[in-house]
C-alpha cells in the first residue's frame, strides 16, 4: 500500500468547484490504484469494511443503483478511504500472525473514527491543488 495514498484520493478529486462532480463514483480498478494495492487485496479490505455500517450503506446503495447483477458496483471516494484506513491497521502488525482478527476488533473499538462525518473533516484539511 502507498504511504500517499491519501494525497493521491483526495487529490483525484480535481477539487472542483462544482461540489457535484467532487463524490463522482469510481470503480474498483480505481480504488485500487489509488491505494496500490491488487483486487484481491481490496476484496479482502473490503469484507471487513462491510463491518463500518456507513460503507455497508454506500455498498448497497451502489448495488441497488446498478441494474446489470453481474456489473461490480461503482465505488465512492469515501469507501476508499476506509478502505485504506483498514490497511493502515494492516500495515502496523507484525509479519508472521494472522491480523484479521486483530483489525476487526481494532474496526470494532474505533468504528467512530470510520464515519462519514470523519472521512469529511480529513477531506477539509487537504490544501486544494492547484
Same mark, same amino acid.
Given at each position: ?15 472542483? =468547484? ?64 476506509? =478502505? ?6 494492516? =500495515? ?22 470510520? =464515519? ?15
Amino acid at each position: 500500500m502507498m504511504k500517499e495514498w491519501r494525497n493521491r484520493l483526495f487529490d483525484s478529486q480535481k477539487r472542483e =468547484t462544482d461540489s457535484h462532480l467532487i463524490e463522482l463514483p469510481l470503480s474498483v480498478a480505481e480504488g485500487t490504484r489509488i491505494l496500490g494495492i491488487c483486487h484481491r487485496t481490496w476484496k479482502r479490505w473490503h469484507e471487513l469494511a462491510m463491518s463500518v455500517p456507513e460503507y455497508k450503506q454506500q455498498h448497497i446503495e451502489m448495488v441497488e443503483k446498478i441494474s446489470d447483477a453481474n456489473s461490480a458496483p461503482p465505488i465512492v471516494r469515501y469507501q476508499v478511504w476506509v =478502505t485504506g484506513k483498514i490497511g493502515e491497521i494492516f =500495515t502496523n502488525l507484525p509479519h508472521g500472525i494472522t491480523k484479521k482478527w486483530i483489525v476487526q476488533d481494532c474496526l470494532q473499538k474505533t468504528l467512530k473514527e470510520f =464515519t462519514v462525518e470523519q472521512y469529511q473533516r480529513e477531506q477539509s484539511q487537504v490544501p486544494k491543488s492547484e
